[in-house]
Protein backbone atom coordinates (compact mmCIF):
# COMPACT_ATOMS: atom_id res chain seq x y z
CA UNK A 1 0.00 0.00 0.00
CA UNK A 2 1.32 3.61 -1.04
CA UNK A 3 2.95 5.32 2.42
CA UNK A 4 -0.19 8.51 1.93
CA UNK A 5 -2.73 5.69 2.87
CA UNK A 6 -4.69 6.77 -0.91
CA UNK A 7 -5.56 3.66 -2.63
CA UNK A 8 -5.36 3.24 -6.65
CA UNK A 9 -8.08 1.23 -8.78
CA UNK A 10 -5.87 -2.28 -8.30
CA UNK A 11 -6.71 -2.14 -5.10
CA UNK A 12 -9.66 -1.27 -5.10
CA UNK A 13 -11.59 -3.70 -7.11
CA UNK A 14 -12.13 -7.50 -7.07
CA UNK A 15 -12.01 -8.06 -10.85
CA UNK A 16 -8.24 -5.85 -10.30
CA UNK A 17 -7.40 -6.78 -6.43
CA UNK A 18 -4.41 -9.90 -6.90
CA UNK A 19 -5.60 -12.36 -4.69
CA UNK A 20 -3.47 -12.71 -1.47
CA UNK A 21 -2.10 -16.20 -0.29
CA UNK A 22 -4.55 -16.52 2.29
CA UNK A 23 -7.09 -16.11 -0.33
CA UNK A 24 -5.84 -18.69 -2.58
CA UNK A 25 -5.43 -21.38 0.37
CA UNK A 26 -9.26 -20.93 1.57
CA UNK A 27 -10.08 -21.37 -2.34
CA UNK A 28 -8.30 -24.22 -2.63
CA UNK A 29 -9.16 -25.59 0.96
CA UNK A 30 -13.21 -24.96 -0.32
CA UNK A 31 -12.45 -27.11 -3.53
CA UNK A 32 -10.83 -29.87 -1.96
CA UNK A 33 -13.70 -30.11 0.78
CA UNK A 34 -16.26 -30.16 -2.94
CA UNK A 35 -13.91 -32.77 -4.47
CA UNK A 36 -14.06 -35.05 -1.15
CA UNK A 37 -17.42 -34.50 -0.76
CA UNK A 38 -18.17 -35.70 -4.39
CA UNK A 39 -15.90 -38.77 -4.11
CA UNK A 40 -17.91 -39.75 -0.63
CA UNK A 41 -20.99 -39.04 -2.46
CA UNK A 42 -20.21 -41.58 -5.68
CA UNK A 43 -20.56 -44.74 -4.34
CA UNK A 44 -24.04 -43.65 -3.04
CA UNK A 45 -25.11 -42.06 -5.85
CA UNK A 46 -27.52 -44.06 -7.33
CA UNK A 47 -29.04 -44.99 -4.12
CA UNK A 48 -32.78 -43.74 -4.22
CA UNK A 49 -34.54 -41.41 -2.09
CA UNK A 50 -37.93 -40.24 -1.90
CA UNK A 51 -39.74 -37.73 -3.93
CA UNK A 52 -39.36 -34.56 -2.05
CA UNK A 53 -41.53 -31.72 -3.72
CA UNK A 54 -40.19 -28.67 -2.08
CA UNK A 55 -36.18 -29.43 -2.87
CA UNK A 56 -36.69 -27.82 -6.57
CA UNK A 57 -38.52 -24.75 -5.81
CA UNK A 58 -36.42 -24.36 -2.97
CA UNK A 59 -32.91 -24.80 -4.84
CA UNK A 60 -34.67 -22.42 -7.68
CA UNK A 61 -35.21 -19.64 -4.90
CA UNK A 62 -32.28 -19.22 -3.56
CA UNK A 63 -30.13 -19.78 -6.53
CA UNK A 64 -32.52 -17.13 -7.67
CA UNK A 65 -31.53 -14.68 -4.68
CA UNK A 66 -27.80 -15.98 -4.64
CA UNK A 67 -27.27 -15.27 -8.56
CA UNK A 68 -29.07 -11.73 -8.52
CA UNK A 69 -27.15 -10.58 -5.76
CA UNK A 70 -23.73 -11.67 -7.26
CA UNK A 71 -24.87 -10.45 -10.60
CA UNK A 72 -25.80 -6.85 -8.73
CA UNK A 73 -22.09 -6.96 -7.09
CA UNK A 74 -20.87 -7.45 -10.48
CA UNK A 75 -22.62 -4.59 -12.11
CA UNK A 76 -21.72 -2.43 -9.41
CA UNK A 77 -17.96 -3.36 -10.45
CA UNK A 78 -18.75 -2.87 -13.96
CA UNK A 79 -20.32 0.26 -13.53
CA UNK A 80 -17.18 1.64 -11.79
CA UNK A 81 -14.52 0.41 -14.87
CA UNK A 82 -17.13 -0.48 -17.69
CA UNK A 83 -14.81 -3.01 -18.88
CA UNK A 84 -16.61 -5.84 -21.32
CA UNK A 85 -15.20 -8.54 -18.89
CA UNK A 86 -17.12 -7.38 -16.10
CA UNK A 87 -20.54 -6.63 -18.23
CA UNK A 88 -20.39 -10.55 -19.79
CA UNK A 89 -19.46 -11.85 -16.59
CA UNK A 90 -22.35 -9.39 -14.28
CA UNK A 91 -24.60 -10.67 -17.48
CA UNK A 92 -23.75 -14.22 -17.09
CA UNK A 93 -24.74 -14.24 -13.39
CA UNK A 94 -28.25 -11.88 -14.51
CA UNK A 95 -28.55 -14.54 -16.91
CA UNK A 96 -28.60 -17.51 -14.51
CA UNK A 97 -30.71 -15.86 -11.86
CA UNK A 98 -33.74 -15.34 -14.60
CA UNK A 99 -33.20 -18.75 -15.60
CA UNK A 100 -34.13 -20.70 -12.56
CA UNK A 101 -37.60 -18.98 -13.05
CA UNK A 102 -38.80 -20.99 -16.26
CA UNK A 103 -36.61 -23.54 -15.45
CA UNK A 104 -38.45 -23.97 -11.70
CA UNK A 105 -42.13 -23.73 -13.15
CA UNK A 106 -40.84 -26.20 -16.07
CA UNK A 107 -39.95 -29.09 -13.35
CA UNK A 108 -42.06 -31.96 -14.85
CA UNK A 109 -42.83 -33.57 -11.46
CA UNK A 110 -43.83 -30.45 -10.18
CA UNK A 111 -46.95 -29.39 -11.95
CA UNK A 112 -47.41 -31.88 -14.76
CA UNK A 113 -45.65 -35.10 -16.10
CA UNK A 114 -45.63 -34.92 -20.10
CA UNK A 115 -42.93 -34.99 -22.44
CA UNK A 116 -43.19 -31.54 -23.27
CA UNK A 117 -42.55 -30.40 -19.80
CA UNK A 118 -39.81 -32.96 -19.46
CA UNK A 119 -38.13 -31.52 -22.68
CA UNK A 120 -38.66 -27.83 -21.77
CA UNK A 121 -36.74 -28.66 -18.16
CA UNK A 122 -34.25 -30.71 -19.87
CA UNK A 123 -33.48 -28.16 -22.45
CA UNK A 124 -33.44 -25.28 -19.90
CA UNK A 125 -31.09 -27.08 -17.83
CA UNK A 126 -28.74 -27.34 -20.56
CA UNK A 127 -29.45 -24.05 -21.62
CA UNK A 128 -28.98 -22.63 -17.91
CA UNK A 129 -25.50 -24.56 -17.86
CA UNK A 130 -23.92 -23.85 -21.30
CA UNK A 131 -24.83 -20.30 -21.38
CA UNK A 132 -23.22 -19.82 -17.65
CA UNK A 133 -19.81 -21.59 -19.20
CA UNK A 134 -20.10 -19.27 -22.35
CA UNK A 135 -20.17 -16.23 -20.34
CA UNK A 136 -17.66 -17.08 -18.21
CA UNK A 137 -15.69 -18.12 -21.64
CA UNK A 138 -16.46 -14.65 -22.52
CA UNK A 139 -15.24 -12.92 -19.42
CA UNK A 140 -11.83 -14.70 -19.37
CA UNK A 141 -11.21 -14.04 -23.27
CA UNK A 142 -12.05 -10.41 -22.86
CA UNK A 143 -10.59 -9.24 -19.49
CA UNK A 144 -6.81 -8.95 -20.23
CA UNK A 145 -7.75 -6.95 -23.91
CA UNK A 146 -9.64 -4.02 -22.66
CA UNK A 147 -10.07 -1.45 -25.14
CA UNK A 148 -12.59 0.81 -23.46
CA UNK A 149 -15.88 1.15 -25.35
CA UNK A 150 -18.05 4.29 -25.91
CA UNK A 151 -21.33 2.59 -25.45
CA UNK A 152 -20.03 0.43 -22.57
CA UNK A 153 -19.34 4.53 -20.88
CA UNK A 154 -22.72 5.51 -21.65
CA UNK A 155 -24.87 3.51 -20.61
CA UNK A 156 -25.23 0.99 -17.50
CA UNK A 157 -28.97 0.72 -17.94
CA UNK A 158 -29.12 -0.76 -21.19
CA UNK A 159 -26.35 -3.15 -20.82
CA UNK A 160 -28.21 -4.29 -18.14
CA UNK A 161 -31.67 -4.20 -20.14
CA UNK A 162 -29.78 -6.12 -23.45
CA UNK A 163 -28.82 -8.69 -20.84
CA UNK A 164 -32.23 -9.44 -19.59
CA UNK A 165 -33.95 -9.03 -22.89
CA UNK A 166 -31.13 -12.04 -24.52
CA UNK A 167 -32.29 -14.42 -21.50
CA UNK A 168 -35.84 -13.58 -22.25
CA UNK A 169 -34.92 -14.24 -26.00
CA UNK A 170 -33.70 -17.79 -25.26
CA UNK A 171 -36.30 -18.68 -22.76
CA UNK A 172 -39.41 -17.79 -25.58
CA UNK A 173 -36.57 -20.08 -28.09
CA UNK A 174 -36.82 -22.92 -25.71
CA UNK A 175 -40.46 -22.66 -25.49
CA UNK A 176 -41.04 -22.28 -29.43
CA UNK A 177 -38.75 -25.16 -30.13
CA UNK A 178 -40.06 -27.64 -27.70
CA UNK A 179 -44.21 -26.48 -28.59
CA UNK A 180 -44.30 -26.24 -32.41
CA UNK A 181 -41.72 -29.36 -33.17
CA UNK A 182 -43.59 -32.65 -32.55
CA UNK A 183 -40.19 -34.61 -32.82
CA UNK A 184 -38.44 -32.25 -30.46
CA UNK A 185 -39.25 -34.46 -27.08
CA UNK A 186 -38.24 -37.60 -28.36
CA UNK A 187 -35.19 -36.11 -30.05
CA UNK A 188 -33.98 -33.79 -27.09
CA UNK A 189 -34.60 -37.33 -25.01
CA UNK A 190 -32.33 -39.49 -27.09
CA UNK A 191 -29.51 -36.60 -27.21
CA UNK A 192 -30.04 -35.97 -23.51
CA UNK A 193 -28.92 -39.31 -22.61
CA UNK A 194 -25.68 -39.15 -25.12
CA UNK A 195 -22.28 -39.36 -24.37
CA UNK A 196 -21.81 -36.07 -26.91
CA UNK A 197 -24.05 -34.66 -24.76
CA UNK A 198 -22.74 -34.75 -21.66
CA UNK A 199 -19.29 -34.74 -23.27
CA UNK A 200 -20.10 -31.15 -24.65
CA UNK A 201 -21.09 -30.12 -21.60
CA UNK A 202 -18.68 -30.64 -19.09
CA UNK A 203 -15.56 -29.91 -21.87
CA UNK A 204 -17.55 -26.29 -21.89
CA UNK A 205 -17.04 -25.76 -18.15
CA UNK A 206 -13.96 -27.59 -17.91
CA UNK A 207 -12.55 -25.13 -21.54
CA UNK A 208 -13.78 -22.38 -18.78
CA UNK A 209 -11.91 -23.55 -15.61
CA UNK A 210 -9.10 -24.17 -17.80
CA UNK A 211 -9.46 -20.47 -19.31
CA UNK A 212 -9.67 -18.97 -15.81
CA UNK A 213 -6.84 -21.17 -14.77
CA UNK A 214 -4.69 -19.91 -17.17
CA UNK A 215 -5.84 -15.89 -17.07
CA UNK A 216 -5.91 -15.73 -13.81
CA UNK A 217 -4.95 -12.47 -11.88
CA UNK A 218 -7.57 -10.89 -9.53
CA UNK A 219 -9.68 -12.27 -6.69
CA UNK A 220 -12.83 -12.46 -8.81
CA UNK A 221 -11.21 -14.86 -11.13
CA UNK A 222 -10.03 -16.94 -8.21
CA UNK A 223 -13.70 -17.12 -6.94
CA UNK A 224 -15.02 -18.02 -10.12
CA UNK A 225 -13.01 -21.06 -10.48
CA UNK A 226 -14.48 -22.43 -7.40
CA UNK A 227 -17.61 -21.96 -8.77
CA UNK A 228 -16.65 -23.73 -11.77
CA UNK A 229 -15.40 -26.56 -9.74
CA UNK A 230 -18.95 -26.83 -8.17
CA UNK A 231 -20.86 -26.88 -11.73
CA UNK A 232 -18.44 -29.20 -12.92
CA UNK A 233 -18.97 -31.95 -10.23
CA UNK A 234 -22.87 -30.74 -10.12
CA UNK A 235 -22.75 -31.80 -13.74
CA UNK A 236 -20.74 -34.81 -13.25
CA UNK A 237 -23.00 -36.04 -10.91
CA UNK A 238 -26.20 -35.77 -13.06
CA UNK A 239 -23.98 -37.39 -15.90
CA UNK A 240 -23.32 -40.32 -13.42
CA UNK A 241 -26.47 -40.76 -11.70
CA UNK A 242 -28.63 -40.18 -15.39
CA UNK A 243 -31.92 -40.09 -13.33
CA UNK A 244 -33.60 -37.81 -10.53
CA UNK A 245 -34.54 -38.46 -7.04
CA UNK A 246 -31.09 -40.42 -6.11
CA UNK A 247 -28.72 -39.19 -3.89
CA UNK A 248 -26.65 -37.92 -6.67
CA UNK A 249 -29.17 -35.92 -8.12
CA UNK A 250 -30.01 -33.55 -4.96
CA UNK A 251 -26.20 -34.02 -3.60
CA UNK A 252 -24.78 -31.99 -7.05
CA UNK A 253 -27.32 -29.57 -6.02
CA UNK A 254 -26.32 -28.95 -3.04
CA UNK A 255 -23.19 -29.41 -3.80
CA UNK A 256 -23.00 -26.63 -6.78
CA UNK A 257 -25.46 -24.06 -4.07
CA UNK A 258 -22.84 -24.57 -1.39
CA UNK A 259 -19.77 -23.37 -3.55
CA UNK A 260 -22.33 -20.54 -4.64
CA UNK A 261 -23.46 -19.61 -1.72
CA UNK A 262 -19.85 -19.30 -0.05
CA UNK A 263 -18.32 -17.90 -3.65
CA UNK A 264 -21.27 -15.04 -2.66
CA UNK A 265 -20.91 -14.83 1.21
CA UNK A 266 -16.71 -14.43 0.39
CA UNK A 267 -16.87 -11.77 -2.58
CA UNK A 268 -19.46 -9.88 -0.20
CA UNK A 269 -17.19 -9.67 3.07
CA UNK A 270 -14.49 -8.92 0.11
CA UNK A 271 -16.26 -6.12 -0.99
CA UNK A 272 -16.99 -4.95 2.79
CA UNK A 273 -13.74 -5.28 2.87
CA UNK A 274 -12.47 -3.13 0.32
CA UNK A 275 -15.14 -0.91 1.12
CA UNK A 276 -13.57 -0.08 4.96
CA UNK A 277 -10.26 0.08 2.89
CA UNK A 278 -11.32 2.55 0.52
CA UNK A 279 -13.02 4.82 2.97
CA UNK A 280 -9.64 4.52 5.17
CA UNK A 281 -8.00 5.97 1.99
CA UNK A 282 -10.64 8.72 1.67
CA UNK A 283 -10.14 9.86 5.32
CA UNK A 284 -6.88 9.68 4.69
CA UNK A 285 -6.84 11.39 1.73
CA UNK A 286 -8.87 14.40 2.74
CA UNK A 287 -6.58 15.05 5.83
CA UNK A 288 -3.48 15.15 3.74
CA UNK A 289 -5.53 17.49 1.94
CA UNK A 290 -6.45 19.35 5.15
CA UNK A 291 -3.06 19.30 6.28
CA UNK A 292 -1.72 20.65 2.80
CA UNK A 293 -4.29 23.69 3.01
CA UNK A 294 -2.98 24.18 6.62
CA UNK A 295 0.47 24.55 6.00
CA UNK A 296 -0.31 26.56 2.83
CA UNK A 297 -2.38 29.23 4.83
CA UNK A 298 0.47 29.01 7.67
CA UNK A 299 2.78 29.47 5.01
CA UNK A 300 0.97 32.23 3.65
CA UNK A 301 0.01 34.15 6.92
CA UNK A 302 4.07 33.76 7.57
CA UNK A 303 5.19 35.51 4.78
CA UNK A 304 2.51 37.90 5.05
CA UNK A 305 3.52 37.89 8.86
CA UNK A 306 7.01 38.02 8.23
CA UNK A 307 7.12 40.70 5.39
CA UNK A 308 4.93 43.62 7.64
CA UNK A 309 7.75 44.31 9.71
CA UNK A 310 10.61 45.42 6.47
CA UNK A 311 7.45 47.19 5.06
CA UNK A 312 6.23 49.03 7.72
CA UNK A 313 9.93 50.35 8.51
CA UNK A 314 10.36 51.25 4.38
CA UNK A 315 6.86 53.45 5.53
CA UNK A 316 8.15 54.78 8.24
CA UNK A 317 11.51 55.64 6.64
CA UNK A 318 9.63 56.91 3.83
CA UNK A 319 7.70 59.15 5.81
CA UNK A 320 10.64 60.71 7.74
CA UNK A 321 13.33 61.08 4.74
CA UNK A 322 9.62 63.63 3.23
CA UNK A 323 10.12 65.10 6.52
CA UNK A 324 13.33 65.83 6.47
CA UNK A 325 13.17 67.17 3.03
CA UNK A 326 10.32 69.40 3.34
CA UNK A 327 11.33 71.46 6.44
CA UNK A 328 12.62 74.77 4.98
CA UNK A 329 16.04 74.07 5.42
CA UNK A 330 16.29 69.71 4.33
CA UNK A 331 18.67 67.75 6.58
CA UNK A 332 20.08 65.67 3.96
CA UNK A 333 22.00 63.73 6.31
CA UNK A 334 18.98 62.48 7.72
CA UNK A 335 17.42 62.37 4.50
CA UNK A 336 20.43 59.83 3.62
CA UNK A 337 20.08 58.12 7.08
CA UNK A 338 16.38 57.33 6.57
CA UNK A 339 17.41 56.07 2.60
CA UNK A 340 19.75 53.86 4.04
CA UNK A 341 17.54 52.54 6.59
CA UNK A 342 14.95 51.83 3.35
CA UNK A 343 17.84 49.88 1.53
CA UNK A 344 18.70 47.81 4.58
CA UNK A 345 14.58 46.99 5.45
CA UNK A 346 14.52 46.15 1.51
CA UNK A 347 17.60 43.70 1.61
CA UNK A 348 15.85 42.42 4.94
CA UNK A 349 12.65 41.35 3.22
CA UNK A 350 14.73 40.05 -0.15
CA UNK A 351 16.52 38.03 2.82
CA UNK A 352 13.33 36.95 4.60
CA UNK A 353 11.52 35.32 1.60
CA UNK A 354 15.06 33.09 0.97
CA UNK A 355 14.75 32.15 4.55
CA UNK A 356 11.31 31.04 4.44
CA UNK A 357 11.60 29.13 1.51
CA UNK A 358 14.73 27.65 2.73
CA UNK A 359 12.63 26.72 5.71
CA UNK A 360 10.11 24.97 3.88
CA UNK A 361 12.87 22.94 2.25
CA UNK A 362 14.27 22.99 5.62
CA UNK A 363 17.33 24.09 4.40
CA UNK A 364 20.30 23.83 6.65
CA UNK A 365 22.71 25.19 4.02
CA UNK A 366 22.69 28.83 5.13
CA UNK A 367 24.27 28.04 8.50
CA UNK A 368 27.12 29.54 9.98
CA UNK A 369 28.71 29.95 13.51
CA UNK A 370 26.76 32.83 14.74
CA UNK A 371 27.96 35.17 17.80
CA UNK A 372 24.51 35.49 19.87
CA UNK A 373 25.15 38.20 21.51
CA UNK A 374 25.97 40.59 18.23
CA UNK A 375 23.12 38.85 16.78
CA UNK A 376 21.21 40.88 19.82
CA UNK A 377 22.46 43.66 19.46
CA UNK A 378 22.06 43.61 15.55
CA UNK A 379 18.43 43.30 16.38
CA UNK A 380 17.80 46.38 18.76
CA UNK A 381 19.15 48.73 16.62
CA UNK A 382 17.13 47.50 13.58
CA UNK A 383 14.10 47.51 16.05
CA UNK A 384 15.70 50.54 17.44
CA UNK A 385 12.48 53.51 16.33
CA UNK A 386 10.05 51.18 17.56
CA UNK A 387 11.53 50.82 20.84
CA UNK A 388 12.15 54.72 21.22
CA UNK A 389 8.66 55.37 19.99
CA UNK A 390 7.10 52.62 22.59
CA UNK A 391 9.78 54.77 25.27
CA UNK A 392 10.47 51.63 26.11
CA UNK A 393 14.31 51.49 27.40
CA UNK A 394 16.63 48.27 27.56
CA UNK A 395 18.48 46.58 29.77
CA UNK A 396 21.05 44.43 28.26
CA UNK A 397 22.59 41.30 30.19
CA UNK A 398 25.23 39.62 27.81
CA UNK A 399 27.27 36.70 28.75
CA UNK A 400 30.73 37.69 28.12
CA UNK A 401 32.25 33.94 26.65
CA UNK A 402 29.18 32.87 24.76
CA UNK A 403 30.43 30.45 22.53
CA UNK A 404 28.79 30.56 18.90
CA UNK A 405 25.99 28.97 18.05
CA UNK A 406 25.45 26.93 14.39
CA UNK A 407 22.33 28.65 13.07
CA UNK A 408 20.83 30.49 10.00
CA UNK A 409 22.00 34.23 10.92
CA UNK A 410 18.27 35.12 8.90
CA UNK A 411 16.12 33.03 10.48
CA UNK A 412 17.38 33.69 14.03
CA UNK A 413 16.86 37.39 13.47
CA UNK A 414 13.60 36.90 12.64
CA UNK A 415 13.21 34.70 16.26
CA UNK A 416 14.76 37.59 17.84
CA UNK A 417 12.32 40.62 15.71
CA UNK A 418 9.45 38.35 16.77
CA UNK A 419 10.28 38.13 20.49
CA UNK A 420 10.93 41.86 20.83
CA UNK A 421 8.30 42.95 19.00
CA UNK A 422 5.63 41.20 20.80
CA UNK A 423 7.38 42.85 23.50
CA UNK A 424 6.76 46.34 22.19
CA UNK A 425 3.10 45.42 21.11
CA UNK A 426 2.65 44.02 25.17
CA UNK A 427 3.79 47.50 26.78
CA UNK A 428 1.75 49.63 24.80
CA UNK A 429 -0.78 49.91 27.19
CA UNK A 430 1.39 49.43 30.35
CA UNK A 431 1.43 52.12 32.97
CA UNK A 432 4.61 50.84 34.49
CA UNK A 433 7.96 51.64 33.83
CA UNK A 434 8.79 50.17 30.14
CA UNK A 435 11.50 47.63 30.30
CA UNK A 436 12.96 45.64 27.71
CA UNK A 437 15.38 42.76 29.21
CA UNK A 438 17.52 40.72 27.10
CA UNK A 439 20.16 38.33 28.48
CA UNK A 440 22.34 35.86 26.95
CA UNK A 441 23.79 32.61 29.24
CA UNK A 442 25.58 29.64 29.32
CA UNK A 443 23.88 26.92 30.08
CA UNK A 444 25.31 23.70 31.00
CA UNK A 445 25.71 21.54 28.90
CA UNK A 446 27.39 23.58 25.81
CA UNK A 447 24.12 24.98 24.97
CA UNK A 448 23.18 28.90 24.81
CA UNK A 449 20.46 30.72 26.39
CA UNK A 450 19.02 33.82 25.24
CA UNK A 451 15.90 35.62 27.55
CA UNK A 452 13.59 38.55 26.07
CA UNK A 453 11.26 39.50 29.42
CA UNK A 454 9.43 42.59 29.33
CA UNK A 455 6.84 44.35 31.90
CA UNK A 456 4.00 44.35 30.00
CA UNK A 457 0.66 42.48 31.32
CA UNK A 458 2.19 38.77 31.30
CA UNK A 459 0.55 35.84 29.28
CA UNK A 460 -2.90 34.76 30.80
CA UNK A 461 -2.21 31.19 32.27
CA UNK A 462 -5.90 30.20 30.66
CA UNK A 463 -3.90 30.76 26.84
CA UNK A 464 -0.42 29.60 27.49
CA UNK A 465 -0.71 26.14 26.15
CA UNK A 466 -1.80 28.26 23.17
CA UNK A 467 0.28 30.81 22.23
CA UNK A 468 2.51 28.49 20.38
CA UNK A 469 -0.62 27.34 18.09
CA UNK A 470 -0.07 28.77 14.20
CA UNK A 471 -3.25 31.13 14.00
CA UNK A 472 -3.90 32.12 17.58
CA UNK A 473 -3.89 35.41 18.70
CA UNK A 474 -5.33 37.59 20.75
CA UNK A 475 -4.70 40.70 19.08
CA UNK A 476 -7.03 42.70 17.14
CA UNK A 477 -4.86 42.91 14.30
CA UNK A 478 -2.67 39.87 15.26
CA UNK A 479 -1.67 36.79 12.72
CA UNK A 480 -0.67 34.43 15.58
CA UNK A 481 2.09 33.59 12.95
CA UNK A 482 4.84 34.96 15.13
CA UNK A 483 5.69 32.71 18.11
CA UNK A 484 4.58 29.06 15.04
CA UNK A 485 7.68 30.72 13.28
CA UNK A 486 9.98 31.11 15.99
CA UNK A 487 9.25 27.75 17.68
CA UNK A 488 9.48 25.92 14.26
CA UNK A 489 13.32 27.76 13.60
CA UNK A 490 14.20 27.28 17.04
CA UNK A 491 13.52 23.38 16.71
CA UNK A 492 14.96 23.37 13.97
CA UNK A 493 18.01 24.49 14.98
CA UNK A 494 17.70 21.41 17.39
CA UNK A 495 16.97 24.00 20.12
CA UNK A 496 14.12 24.77 22.14
CA UNK A 497 11.83 27.63 22.90
CA UNK A 498 9.66 28.21 25.68
CA UNK A 499 7.39 31.13 27.68
CA UNK A 500 8.89 30.91 31.40
CA UNK A 501 7.39 32.33 34.16
CA UNK A 502 7.97 35.95 34.66
CA UNK A 503 9.86 37.09 37.97
CA UNK A 504 7.41 40.02 38.52
CA UNK A 505 4.92 41.15 36.52
CA UNK A 506 5.30 41.13 32.61
CA UNK A 507 6.46 37.63 30.09
CA UNK A 508 9.91 36.30 29.63
CA UNK A 509 10.46 34.24 26.17
CA UNK A 510 13.15 31.86 26.50
CA UNK A 511 15.20 30.14 23.43
CA UNK A 512 17.90 27.48 24.21
CA UNK A 513 20.48 26.57 21.14
CA UNK A 514 23.02 23.67 20.84
CA UNK A 515 26.38 25.77 21.21
CA UNK A 516 28.83 25.05 17.87
CA UNK A 517 31.59 23.40 19.91
CA UNK A 518 33.73 21.97 16.76
P1 LIG B 1 0.50 37.77 17.17
O1 LIG B 1 1.57 38.64 17.74
O2 LIG B 1 0.20 38.04 15.73
O3 LIG B 1 -0.75 37.71 18.01
P2 LIG B 1 2.19 35.62 18.09
O4 LIG B 1 2.27 34.20 17.72
O5 LIG B 1 3.45 36.40 18.06
O6 LIG B 1 1.07 36.26 17.19
O7 LIG B 1 1.60 35.71 19.56
C1 LIG B 1 0.50 34.92 19.94
C2 LIG B 1 -0.13 35.47 21.20
O8 LIG B 1 0.76 35.28 22.30
C3 LIG B 1 -0.39 36.94 21.18
O9 LIG B 1 -1.62 37.26 20.53
C4 LIG B 1 -0.42 37.25 22.67
O10 LIG B 1 -1.68 36.97 23.23
C5 LIG B 1 0.59 36.30 23.25
N1 LIG B 1 1.89 36.96 23.48
C6 LIG B 1 2.99 36.86 22.71
N2 LIG B 1 4.00 37.58 23.23
C7 LIG B 1 3.54 38.16 24.36
C8 LIG B 1 4.11 39.03 25.38
N3 LIG B 1 5.37 39.46 25.30
N4 LIG B 1 3.31 39.39 26.40
C9 LIG B 1 2.04 38.95 26.50
N5 LIG B 1 1.45 38.15 25.58
C10 LIG B 1 2.19 37.75 24.53
Avoid at 6 to 27: F, I, K, M, N, Y
Avoid at 115 to 143: C, D, N, P, Q, R
Avoid at 155 to 161: I, M, N
Avoid at 232 to 252: D, N
Wanted: glycine letters at 4%; aromatic letters at 8%; proline letters at 4%.
Amino acid sequence: MPTTGVLDEQQVLLSTLPPSRGQTRLALAIVLVLLAAFCATVPFATVPLPYVREFIPAYATAMFVINSITSALLFVQFSLVRSRALLAISGGYLFSTLMTIPWALTFPDLFEQTEIASTTWGLLSTLWHLGFALFVIAYTLLKDNESPTQWLRRSLPFAVLSSAAGVVIVDALVWLVTTTNASMPTTFALFERSYTYWNGLLLLAFLALALLWARRRSVLDLWLMVVMCGLLIELCLIFLVGRRYVVGWYASRVFFLISSTLVLAILLSETAFLYARLARSVMAESREREARLMTMDVLSASIAHEMNQPLASIVTNVDAAARWMGRPAPDLDEVKASLAQIRNSAYRARDLIGSIRAMVKRDGRNRTPLDLNELVREVLALTERELQRGRISVELRLHEHLPPVKADRVQLQQVLINLITNAIEAMRETKQPRVLQVKSALQEPNRVLISVADSGPGIDSAIVDRIFNPLFTTKSNGMGMGLAICRSIIEGHDGRLWAAAAAQSGAVFEFALPADVA
